[in-house]
């Protein structure tokens, strides 16, 4: 069930300890609820709007039974989830993927497991190191370019992240790569940086490969819980972000942070990551998270 082990457990434990500990519901049942909802990194908004939701809904299909709310709940967040086309756009090819985010949240390992992704789908894959000031981003990305066999367009360390976007375009076009994916610095410490930065990058694509299919790809760390949205709205205000990839679901009880981002944000989580090995990134399928949250 999507490596969400860690979520799964505590919340619906939580839900069903809830669920049996009332006879029907009532005021202090949604109270409890809420508070489980909050724990769980709904954010408030979000909690208070899904209670509503539920109200109506109890209210609609004349139930007084708790155990109809996980079923009731299941449908309204799956409804939440399905905002959005989550398919990558990367057909018909050339696609260029370029993945954005603060250090730390697991950027180079999303590109290594993307790279694997693609590859497990036949697709020519090529990796450009655009994180040129994060002291050993690029070994790191050359690492996982040898792993997956693919190659690693690269410069100094400290080099314009741009002029290394702009070789490894060429670069795709000569080899007729099908899929690049490039790194990219988040230096979030200075909104005005960071936006000059990736809107140089975003200027040598749109210039340079302008045939290319543009995926931008948010990656944010779920264990940061309320965190990562904040990321979400600063990212989302300086580039236009096509898709979120959410980090470490295996390891967090926050994954509700994934209807927070969804909700406020509109823009759709296409994958997430379970794990710290290659094949650990799936493609989210809200069906599922929402069975794995509720059980
Ligand atoms: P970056 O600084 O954003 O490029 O982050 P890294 O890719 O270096 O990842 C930071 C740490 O998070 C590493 O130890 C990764 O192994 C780990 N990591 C990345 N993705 C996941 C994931 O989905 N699950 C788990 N458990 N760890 C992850």
Redesign the pocket.
């Known amino acids: 069930k999507q490596g969400l082990s860690k979520t799964t457990k505590e919340f619906t434990d939580k839900i069903d300890t809830l669920i049996s500990g009332y006879g029907k519901i009532d005021e202090a049942f949604y109270d409890e609820l809420e508070e489980i909802l909050i724990t769980a990194d709904l954010g408030f908004d979000i909690t208070m709007e899904l209670i509503e939701s539920l109200r109506e809904k109890v209210k609609e299909v004349k139930t007084d039974d708790p155990h109809q709310v996980k079923v009731l709940l299941k449908e309204l967040i799956i409804n939440i989830l399905s905002t959005g086309n989550r398919e990558l756009q990367v057909e018909p090819p050339p696609a260029v993927v370029l993945v954005v ?13 993307l790279a694997h992704y693609f590859k497990q789908q036949h697709k020519e894959v090529m990796l450009a190191a655009g ?1 040129t000031f ?1 002291a050993g ?1 690029i070994d ?1 990305l050359e690492v996982w370019g040898q792993r997956n066999q693919v190659p690693v367009i690269r410069h100094q360390e400290g080099s314009d992240p741009a002029a290394v976007i702009f070789d490894a375009i060429h670069s795709a076009k000569a080899r007729n790569c099908e899929i690049l994916i490039c ?1 990219t610095a ?1 230096r979030l410490h200075n909104k005005k940086n960071l936006m000059n930065e990736l809107g140089k990058i975003f200027r040598v694509v749109d210039r340079e490969y302008p045939e290319a299919r543009k995926e931008v790809l948010l ?1 944010l ?2 264990t940061t819980g309320q965190n990562a949205l904040q990321q979400a709205k600063v990212f989302g205000e300086v580039a236009q972000l096509t898709g979120i990839v959410l ?5 967090t009880a926050k994954g509700g942070i994934v209807l927070a981002i969804t909700k406020s944000m509109g823009t759709p989580v296409k994958m ?5 090995q290659l094949e ?2 799936q493609p989210f399928d809200p069906s599922s998270f929402a069975e794995a949250l509720l059980g």
């Open positions: 985010g603060v250090n730390g949240v697991g950027k180079t390992t999303t590109i290594g497991k994180d994060r981003a790191q790194d988040g990656v760390d779920a980090t470490k679901l295996d390891g997430i990551g379970v794990g710290e650990d990134l």
